[in-house]
């Protein structure tokens, strides 16, 4: 009796060793390839009383620019060298992602008196 018990307990441990060897090696996921993605950055130029705030905006490529017009009027944000010309009525937004670096000029081309700004892209 204490042989086949022993024969059984050697045969159940040579089939638990031989299915742990089949078993594929697991491994520890990749930190890097499972981590989420940094949310898009966002920056925010107020256009209000006939200036943009701040006037001078550095930025990372690929942040988003939320021009907000807290005038009573309508306002334009055009930055000619990224052809984007845009009207802004009062209270309302307009969104812009830079994706490339540089050194970006900001104006109102509908503004009686001047207004500009400058976004630095690095």
Not at 68 to 87: M, P, S, W
Not at 106 to 111: E, F, T
């Amino acid at each position: 009796m204490k042989a086949s018990i022993r024969i059984m307990t050697l045969c159940l441990l040579v089939a638990a060793f031989g299915l742990s060897a089949c078993h594929k090696k697991q491994t520890m996921p990749d930190q890097n390839a499972t981590a989420k993605p940094a949310a898009p950055k966002k920056e925010e130029m107020v256009l209000f009383q006939y200036r943009f705030n701040p006037n001078t905006l550095t930025i990372p490529v690929g942040t988003t620019v939320v021009f907000k017009n807290k005038d009573a009027e309508r306002h334009n944000v055009r930055i000619a060298a990224l052809g984007v010309d845009h009207n802004i009525d009062p209270n309302q937004t307009f969104e812009y992602t830079f994706s490339k670096k540089g050194e970006f000029a900001v104006d109102n081309r509908m503004a009686t008196n001047p207004m500009s700004a400058t976004i630095v892209v690095k």
